[in-house]
């Protein structure tokens, strides 16, 4: 698991005891090693509220909570969940909602004691409603910081669209990739049978794509990333569940084979690349049957300094107004009576 990959980095220099709780594991294997002790958990939701329910973990002593792209577990359906995790956290330990614990001596003062009030740090790409309504149930009077523009792709991101039929799709991709594109290279598709054709059909053509989606087990997902780090595959076929959170580096091209179905998954997916300072490009193929997110997706290509929105795109009648807005037609006078 990355993140568990990054923390111990600097964990085992401080003596930091890490581990991860996730699905796809042994739940015993994991329940000792809560039971010998840690100082940080990593998990996911529905993993961690099974071990909170069986006892191998208590959060009586937890002081620092860490809810990583919190809108995209809230869109998957993991809200019960979150709330429920959130549920077994101790209450003496949050910061009075008062105005005097704002003061800078005061602050100081807690910092210095043993017992410290717990601070929750949520990360989230979108501000929807439900992040709202987690964010005023579970932190008391929170500073908001922006990093970017909340909801859009980064400035470092060349976006590039193709608006062609599905037939079209294949040979399309077979052009763009023999450009000759550094690896790694991403590939979204939004089916877990699209991903395996794709992918075979990629080895037949002597590409070397790996899968990475939903119905693959957790070993078999390390083993996509990790070949992936040692040059072993160049390709990346993945869904949005798999995608995202994946940190791989140096990704030269995102290609969305089918378009996403929200302008936040699209917006997640070419996140992919561009990291670090570096730029990176995105590559989308359009059907007809993505005519949900013309709009969105080409008020994005217009606020992007590197990208230019195709004619047929942004004069296609579907990009003209946001879907589920209507206009009105100013009234002509009309002359009742002669």
């Not at 990093?147 to 669209?161: H, K, L, M, W």
């Amino acid at each position: 698991m990355q993140i568990e990959e990054e923390t111990n980095k600097f964990g085992e220099l401080l003596k930091i005891r890490t581990v991860s709780v996730i699905g796809g594991a042994s739940r015993e294997d994991q329940g000792m090693k809560l039971r010998m002790g840690v100082e940080v958990v990593i998990a996911t939701p529905g993993r961690l509220l099974d071990v909170l329910e069986n006892r191998y973990l208590l959060l009586n002593q937890c002081s620092y909570v860490i809810l990583d792209e919190a809108d995209r577990m809230l869109d998957m359906g993991f809200e019960p969940e979150v709330q429920k995790v959130l549920s077994y956290l101790p209450v003496s330990n949050q910061k009075p909602d008062t105005d005097d614990i704002e003061h800078e001596e005061a602050l100081m003062n807690n910092f210095a004691t043993r017992e410290k009030y717990r601070q929750t740090v949520m990360f989230t790409a979108t501000m929807s409603p439900a992040i709202e309504r987690l964010a005023r149930a579970y932190l008391r009077r929170p500073a908001v910081v922006h990093i970017g523009s909340a909801g859009r792709p980064t400035e470092r991101v060349e976006q590039i669209v193709y608006m062609l039929s599905e037939d079209k799709k294949k040979k399309k991709l077979v052009e763009v990739l023999e450009q000759h594109f550094e690896p790694p290279i991403i590939i979204f598709v939004n089916q877990k049978k699209g991903a395996d054709l794709l992918a075979k059909g990629l080895s037949k053509l002597n590409f070397n794509p790996v899968v990475l989606h939903g119905g693959k087990g957790q070993e078999t997902r390390e083993f996509a990333l990790q070949s992936l780090k040692d040059k072993t595959k160049d390709i990346l076929v993945a869904t949005d569940v798999a995608g995202r959170g994946i940190d791989i580096k140096d990704v030269s091209l995102v290609l969305n084979y089918d378009m996403a179905k929200s302008i936040e998954d699209y917006t997640h997916r070419i996140g992919r690349t561009g990291r670090a300072g570096k730029q990176g490009k995105a590559i989308t193929f359009l059907t007809p049957d993505d005519s949900a997110v013309f709009y969105d997706l080409k008020q994005c290509l217009l606020e992007s300094p590197l990208s230019t929105c195709p004619a047929e795109l942004s004069n296609h009648p579907e990009a003209q107004q946001k879907p589920g807005t209507f206009t009105t037609k100013k009234r002509q006078d009309e002359t009742l009576f002669k």
